[in-house]
């Protein structure tokens, strides 16, 4: 029997981008989004809602076994039978081939507005407010529906076609999951600004949730929920590292609809059924309330607007503020006060801040105060940490913000407040700026440890803090400046290379062994020379890539990776069914004994490493945990080159002659007409083979023209007429124009058969591109679960290789960097330049005396 191929988080992102590309030729994403979301959330409750009906039915004919279909049916209608019932209208059946009551047809945007409103109304306890909202009829400013009949159409065609979003298809329980958040940031990357309003970037995220480790039966709010993100962070850290989130309790409250929406739809993805969400304004009127009692928190996270006004105007629980800020944008701490005020008495909580709440002064400064100091009579310090955070992380602004983490949790004690300057460390974007994996394992290891590193991190007392005023200003406390860069005049002067500076790159130099030997001479009386390998300033680069020391590492991770490999086989044999934490950690926590003994790359490095591994194949670690090896997890092109390697052999081939007569033809089509030469080139350029065509063809008329008169001529002499030198005539001419043509073929035979050849390689290779897809299936039958274990684990470690790989290339290259500015700044001296100047002199004076000036 063939293996069921169950649908890869990939495969679902990417079809879920076809969708959102389809759509955002004519509207925005703020436009698109709810569309997508409801049209994937309709197609997933009908799909499981199928399955679970024939469970159910099942389950009632096993019970009675006597009872009547009717009264079967009639039981399967029932809708607190089901975590979410599709009433009849919005079945998908009914949307995709919708009609009325009378059995005419409706349109498919009436159809689908209709089916999301029953929905909502016979599901009202989890999707009130969600659903009902998003309107597919609506109508533009012209009077026009904003989704066309023909754009719904194809849209409802891909879903229909789409394998069934049921539970049992998917790689892992949470992909729907992680498939909504992958669509949250999509929506956020296309809305540019806007994002701010609901998505916070999910490296933060993750970060926060690294800091915080929620435990199972923790209580979790977010004030300022958006589209979730954070909450979801926390349940996926509980569920992973305590195998289930059952016993976690997660409220949040949003201001905004859409927002709101979103982060409803979030927890049902995610199938988070117990999470409360209010919608309401947190400052004015919080909602998370029992009994007329704000409730309490074990954990307080939030991401709140940057800056923004607020007023006291029916503002509900005002014993939540000690420090009035100015109304006008300074809410910041106004929403940490919040926070403060429902974190129980050993609660913890981390929140996003622009970085000025640090450093102004008049009411924010007495706040920073009250976290530092505790108020009169109880002395605490709740502010454990302050974290700042690189520039351009966040959609809509592209200040600098800090975290700000506060622990009520011994706070009598706290001795100060620890600093982490994290501002230099990120992957530098185009539009936006992220945290890297790296980045992100040495904040929370840092942080949890309290290791204090020059540049990155310092533990600053209160007493100090006190001193300053209570300025929290990371850069005063923890400065990561880059050093002057050093200049010896007397190097300028006279030449030779400062033994200190070429000491200061000892550390670097020692890892590679007898490579500072190759590039500069021993030094003397305190200065050194470039080595005679160094004749220019290319050639440090060139030493320095093809130095045996710089091998010789190489080789050492090489070797030092496999066996870390070899060691980790009982952790990989134990992840399907095991848990995804102890199995990161356990790598992690051997991979750094192994790697950090060899000295060139540090144990953040290290670290960094795996956290970039871990990070790219943790869709991978979670099919395996779920599904076991399987090969829907081995890439298509992967597959058919173990199973069918001619076939990628001769893709390849052809391929490559493809670009090979691609060039060719790009070659010339750039050249001009008359620069072109026959005999040098294979094909011709455009207008001379097109000129060529043109004349052949000419000359193929001009033929057809002549041998109709020839079969004119030869009925007229069947008919008695004297026609016979006129036949002669028309056969000489023939003749002659047959030449002419033959002639004229041979001269771009060459030229067309090398245009033939492109167009058969083009075909072949899409016959093949159609043929992988067919033998993709088949591969995946053939192979077994031992092979693909293999298979998988094969390119997990070729990741794990080229990730370390990378790491080994950037030390190098810092190496190569600074030796490069050595050669800068000392491989010309004053005497040089002096020279240079007196030459140029010299040439000048000449050609001034052969113009007669002087």
Same mark, same amino acid.
């Given at each position: 029997?063939?293996?069921?191929?169950?649908?890869?988080?990939?495969?679902?992102?990417?079809?879920?981008?076809?969708?959102?590309?389809?759509?955002?030729?004519? %509207?925005?994403?703020?436009?698109?989004?709810?569309? *997508?979301?409801?049209?994937?959330?309709?197609?997933?409750?009908?799909?499981?809602?199928?399955?679970?009906?024939?469970?159910?039915?099942?389950?009632?004919?096993?019970?009675?076994?006597?009872?009547?279909?009717?009264?079967?049916?009639?039981?399967?209608?029932?809708?607190?039978?089901?975590?979410?019932?599709?009433?009849?209208?919005?079945?998908?059946?009914?949307?995709?081939?919708?009609? @009325?009551?009378? &059995?005419?047809?409706?349109?498919?945007?009436?159809?689908?507005?209709?089916?999301?409103?029953?929905?909502?109304?016979?599901?009202?306890?989890?999707?009130?407010?969600?659903?009902?909202?998003?309107?597919?009829?609506?109508?533009?400013?012209?009077?026009?529906?904003?989704?066309?009949?023909?754009?719904?159409?194809?849209?409802?065609?891909?879903?229909?076609?789409?394998?069934?979003?049921?539970?049992?298809?998917?790689?892992?329980?949470?992909?729907?999951?992680?498939?909504?958040?992958?669509l949250i940031k999509f929506f956020a990357e296309s809305a540019g600004k806007k994002a701010g309003e609901f998505y916070t970037p999910s490296e933060v995220v993750y970060l926060m949730g690294q800091i915080l480790q929620p435990k199972e039966t923790d209580e979790i709010?977010?004030?300022?929920?958006?589209?979730?993100?954070?909450?979801?962070?926390?349940?996926?850290?509980?569920?992973?590292?305590?195998?289930?989130?059952?016993?976690?309790?997660?409220?949040?409250q949003e201001k905004f609809d859409s927002p709101y929406q979103m982060c409803k739809m979030n927890m049902i993805f995610h199938n988070i059924r117990n999470a409360r969400i209010e919608q309401g304004d947190t400052l004015l009127n919080p909602k998370l309330v029992t009994?007329?009692?704000?409730?309490?928190?074990?954990?307080?996270?939030?991401?709140?607007?940057?800056?923004?006004?607020?007023?006291?105007?029916?503002?509900?629980?005002?014993?939540?503020?000690?420090?009035?800020?100015?109304?006008?944008?300074? /809410?910041?701490? %106004?929403?940490?006060?919040? %926070? *403060?005020?429902?974190?129980?008495?050993? &609660?913890?909580?981390?929140?996003?801040?622009?970085?000025?709440?640090?450093?102004?002064?008049?009411?924010?400064?007495?706040?920073?105060?009250?976290?530092?100091?505790?108020?009169? &009579?109880?002395?605490?310090?709740?502010?454990?940490?302050?974290?700042?955070?690189?520039?351009?992380?966040?959609?809509?602004?592209?200040?600098?913000?800090?975290?700000?983490?506060?622990?009520?949790?011994? /706070?009598?004690?706290?001795?100060?407040?620890?600093?982490?300057?994290?501002?230099?460390?990120?992957?530098?974007?185009?539009?936006?700026?992220?945290?890297?994996?790296?980045?992100?394992?040495?904040?929370?290891?840092?942080?949890?440890?309290?290791?204090?590193?020059?540049?990155?991190?310092?533990?600053?007392?209160?007493?100090?803090?006190?001193?300053?005023?209570?300025?929290?200003?990371?850069?005063?406390?923890?400065?990561?400046?880059?050093?002057?860069?050093?200049? @010896?005049?007397?190097?300028?002067?006279? &030449?030779?290379?400062?033994?200190?500076?070429?000491?200061?790159?000892?550390?670097?130099?020692?890892?590679?062994?007898?490579?500072?030997?190759?590039?500069?001479?021993?030094?003397?009386?305190?200065?050194?020379?470039?080595?005679?390998?160094?004749?220019?300033?290319?050639?440090?680069?060139?030493?320095?890539?093809?130095?045996?020391?710089?091998?010789?590492?190489?080789?050492?991770?090489?070797?030092?990776?496999?066996t870390f490999w070899t060691a980790s086989d009982a952790d990989l044999d134990s992840l399907h069914g095991g848990s995804l934490f102890d199995f990161n950690n356990n790598l992690t926590d051997r991979f750094v004994a192994t790697l950090t003994s060899l000295n060139v790359?540090?144990?953040?490095?290290?670290?960094?490493?795996?956290?970039?591994?871990?990070?790219?194949?943790?869709?991978?670690?979670?099919?395996?945990?779920?599904?076991?090896?399987? /090969?829907?997890?081995?890439?298509?092109?992967?597959?058919?080159?173990?199973?069918?390697?001619?076939?990628?052999?001769?893709?390849?081939?052809?391929?490559?002659?493809?670009?090979?007569?691609?060039?060719?033809?790009?070659?010339?089509?750039? %050249?001009?007409?008359?620069?072109?030469?026959?005999?040098?080139?294979?094909?011709?350029?455009?207008?001379?083979?097109? @000129?060529?065509?043109?004349?052949?063809?000419?000359?193929?008329?001009?033929?057809?023209?002549?041998?109709?008169?020839?079969?004119?001529?030869?009925?007229?002499?069947?008919?008695?007429?004297?026609?016979?030198?006129?036949?002669?005539?028309?056969?000489?001419?023939?003749?002659?124009?047959?030449?002419? *043509?033959?002639?004229?073929?041979?001269?771009?035979?060459?030229?067309?058969?090398?245009?033939?050849?492109?167009?058969?390689?083009?075909?072949?290779?899409?016959?093949?591109?159609?043929?992988?897809?067919?033998?993709?299936?088949?591969?995946?039958?053939?192979?077994?679960?031992?092979?693909?274990?293999?298979?998988?684990?094969?390119?997990?470690?070729?990741?794990?290789?080229?990730?370390?790989?990378?790491?080994?290339?950037?030390?190098?290259?810092?190496?190569?960097?600074?030796?490069?500015?050595?050669?800068?700044?000392?491989?010309?001296?004053?005497?040089?330049?002096?020279?240079?100047?007196?030459?140029?002199?010299?040439?000048?004076?000449?050609?001034?005396?052969?113009?007669?000036?002087?």
């Open positions: 029997m063939p293996k069921k191929t169950k649908i890869s988080l990939s495969r679902l992102e990417s079809f879920l981008k076809a969708q959102c590309d389809r759509l955002r030729t004519s %509207m925005d994403a703020a436009e698109y989004k709810n569309y *997508i979301i409801a049209l994937l959330f309709l197609k997933r409750i009908n799909d499981q809602f199928e399955i679970d009906r024939l469970a159910l039915k099942d389950e009632l004919k096993k019970q009675y076994p006597n009872a009547a279909e009717a009264d079967i049916e009639a039981e399967l209608d029932i809708p607190e039978k089901y975590i979410c019932y599709v009433p009849d209208k919005a079945r998908w059946k009914f949307v995709l081939h919708p009609v @009325d009551d009378k &059995g005419e047809s409706v349109s498919y945007a009436d159809a689908i507005t209709t089916a999301l409103a029953e929905v909502e109304k016979s599901n009202s306890a989890l999707l009130s407010g969600v659903l009902s909202k998003t309107k597919f009829n609506e109508l533009n400013t012209k009077g026009e529906r904003v989704l066309d009949e023909e754009t719904l159409s194809a849209l409802l065609k891909d879903f229909n076609d789409f394998p069934k979003l049921q539970d049992e298809n998917f790689e892992f329980p949470d992909l729907l999951g992680a498939a909504y958040e992958y709010c977010d004030p300022t929920v958006g589209s979730g993100g954070l909450l979801i962070t926390m349940h996926n850290y509980v569920e992973n590292r305590y195998g289930s989130a059952e016993r976690l309790t997660l409220h949040g009994g007329g009692t704000l409730n309490q928190y074990d954990i307080v996270v939030a991401n709140p607007p940057f800056s923004q006004n607020y007023t006291t105007a029916n503002m509900q629980f005002k014993e939540r503020f000690q420090n009035w800020m100015s109304k006008k944008k300074q /809410a910041d701490f %106004m929403f940490v006060q919040h %926070m *403060i005020s429902v974190l129980k008495n050993n &609660g913890r909580m981390a929140v996003v801040m622009p970085h000025g709440v640090l450093f102004r002064g008049g009411e924010e400064q007495k706040m920073r105060q009250r976290l530092i100091m505790g108020s009169e &009579g109880h002395p605490s310090c709740i502010l454990e940490c302050v974290i700042g955070l690189p520039q351009g992380l966040f959609y809509g602004t592209g200040i600098p913000a800090s975290l700000l983490i506060i622990n009520k949790a011994d /706070a009598t004690n706290r001795e100060g407040v620890f600093f982490i300057n994290a501002d230099r460390e990120y992957k530098e974007g185009k539009n936006q700026n992220s945290l890297r994996p790296e980045d992100i394992e040495k904040i929370s290891y840092v942080y949890h440890n309290k290791i204090e590193i020059t540049g990155y991190s310092r533990l600053v007392t209160k007493e100090t803090l006190k001193a300053e005023d209570y300025n929290c200003n990371i850069r005063r406390y923890v400065d990561n400046s880059e050093p002057p860069t050093p200049q @010896d005049v007397k190097a300028h002067l006279q &030449g030779g290379i400062p033994e200190a500076e070429i000491l200061a790159l000892k550390a670097d130099f020692d890892c590679y062994n007898g490579l500072q030997n190759k590039l500069f001479t021993a030094a003397t009386n305190g200065y050194a020379h470039f080595a005679d390998a160094v004749k220019e300033k290319a050639d440090i680069k060139t030493t320095i890539g093809e130095s045996k020391g710089k091998q010789q590492v190489a080789d050492d991770y090489h070797k030092a990776i496999e790359l540090d144990q953040y490095q290290v670290r960094g490493s795996f956290a970039h591994f871990s990070d790219t194949l943790k869709s991978d670690f979670r099919s395996v945990q779920s599904s076991g090896w399987t /090969a829907e997890l081995i890439p298509d092109d992967e597959l058919i080159a173990n199973e069918f390697p001619e076939v990628l052999a001769d893709q390849k081939r052809l391929e490559n002659r493809r670009d090979e007569l691609n060039a060719k033809f790009a070659e010339i089509a750039e %050249m001009d007409p008359e620069e072109w030469e026959a005999e040098q080139y294979e094909v011709m350029p455009k207008s001379v083979i097109s @000129d060529i065509k043109a004349e052949i063809k000419e000359l193929k008329a001009q033929k057809r023209e002549l041998s109709k008169q020839q079969k004119a001529l030869e009925k007229r002499r069947k008919l008695g007429g004297a026609v016979t030198d006129e036949i002669a005539q028309c056969a000489a001419d023939i003749v002659a124009l047959d030449k002419q *043509i033959a002639d004229k073929e041979a001269g771009i035979a060459h030229h067309v058969a090398l245009e033939n050849e492109l167009k058969d390689c083009r075909k072949q290779i899409r016959e093949i591109e159609l043929s992988k897809e067919a033998l993709t299936d088949k591969a995946r039958e053939q192979i077994s679960d031992d092979d693909a274990r293999r298979l998988i684990t094969q390119r997990w470690l070729a990741t794990l290789h080229d990730n370390i790989a990378v790491y080994l290339e950037a030390h190098a290259r810092h190496l190569q960097q600074s030796v490069e500015l050595l050669h800068d700044k000392y491989s010309v001296t004053l005497a040089d330049l002096l020279s240079e100047r007196d030459e140029a002199t010299k040439e000048l004076d000449g050609y001034l005396k052969e113009l007669g000036y002087i």
